[in-house]
């Protein structure tokens, strides 16, 4: 029984012991198949959207989830903002010695079922293990493929001045959860991330409204970022409506205890979509018809292109210019 990761788990008999042990069982033999140097596997048809991620969350594991979740999610998400239907996924794991095999064993369960609910194989993989100390425990690498079916034309260079900009959720709570159990905040104790796969979500909004011109999900650097890189990609600026962002209120008094801004934290399992004004209404009614997306709001409007590319309206009536944090606030939070 392995109970740790050792440096002999990195190649020769010590990595056919790990994989055939742990990783190859967690992840699932049969939808491996034989360990090839490539899996070979029919392609989707029509046009085919790939992407690739790495994550190095610390801790490991978080309210709400774990390196394997956010691993899964991420690299799902990714695709889902291309409106593409998840096909394959690679996992690539840097493990360090001494890790307890324990949680590399939930890591994996989590990361394999996020596959299973979202439609995903895992075809492929790699393993390498490094010294201790140069790892924080485990690095996770995923590449994903999946098919875009025809007639969606998803870009962040699609917005178009008069269209709705909604997000599909209360903003800021994966950043929130990770430095809380990070720093072990008992202010912000209650926080969860809101690490999810957002593949169904999306589908709902895309059945709603078909003519959704650009999605993104809010990670690194929260919605800030993500409406600046939209506004800059589409040659528009965004207003903001301040009232209209929703907030929960444990990361409303934990953002304002700390000085963060809530646009600024990095969230998991919410996007910003722009969509037609004439389909904003039956897009946010389905977003809110799903779990996921009960907090969903329409939070502002696209318009001709000024000098600042994103504008907050304040609630007291004034203006402000929403900018991208200018570096990360909290480091390894996905």
Do not use: W
């Not at 950043?175 to 969860?192: E, M, Q, V």
């Not at 939070?299 to 200018?326: F, H, N, Q, W, Y």
């Amino acid at each position: 029984m392995i109970d740790t990761i050792r440096l002999s788990h990195g190649s020769g008999r010590g990595l056919d012991e790990l994989l055939r042990d742990i990783i190859l069982p967690c992840l699932g033999k049969d939808a491996l198949g034989p360990l090839e140097d490539a899996a070979v596997f029919p392609v989707p048809e029509g046009r085919i959207a790939f992407t690739t991620d790495a994550f190095v969350v610390n801790p490991l594991e978080f309210p709400g989830g774990d390196i394997g979740k956010l691993a899964a999610c991420g690299t799902l998400n990714d695709l889902a903002m291309m409106g593409a239907v998840p096909h394959s996924l690679s996992v690539a794991l840097i493990l360090e010695e001494g890790l307890d095999t324990a949680l590399l064993r939930r890591v994996l369960g989590t990361l394999v079922g996020e596959c299973h609910k979202a439609g995903a194989v895992i075809r492929c993989g790699d393993t390498k293990v490094v010294d201790r100390g140069k790892a924080d425990g485990i690095f996770i690498a995923t590449s994903g493929i999946g098919s875009v079916p025809a007639g969606r034309t998803i870009s962040v260079a699609n917005a178009k001045p008069g269209d709705a900009v909604i997000v599909s959720g209360t903003i800021g709570h994966h950043g929130i959860a990770i430095l809380a159990a990070r720093k072990g905040l008992h202010f912000a104790s209650t926080a969860i991330s809101d690490c999810a796969c957002l593949h169904g979500l999306v589908e709902a909004l895309l059945k709603a409204a078909p003519g959704t011109r650009s999605l993104r999900d809010a990670t690194r650097g929260g919605c800030a970022a993500v409406l600046n890189e939209m506004a800059l990609a589409s040659g528009t600026t965004i207003v903001l409506r301040e009232e209209r962002i929703p907030i929960a209120p444990e990361i409303a008094s934990a953002s304002a205890f700390l000085g963060l801004d809530p646009l600024h934290i990095a969230n998991e399992g919410r996007f910003i979509a722009v969509v037609p004004a004439a389909e904003a209404e039956r897009a946010l009614a389905a977003l809110r018809a799903c779990e996921q997306g009960r907090g969903a709001a329409i939070i502002g409007t696209v318009g001709e292109k000024t000098r600042l590319p994103v504008v907050m309206e304040t609630a007291i009536g004034g203006s402000r210019m929403v900018d991208v944090p200018s570096g990360e606030l909290l480091p390894r939070i996905c």
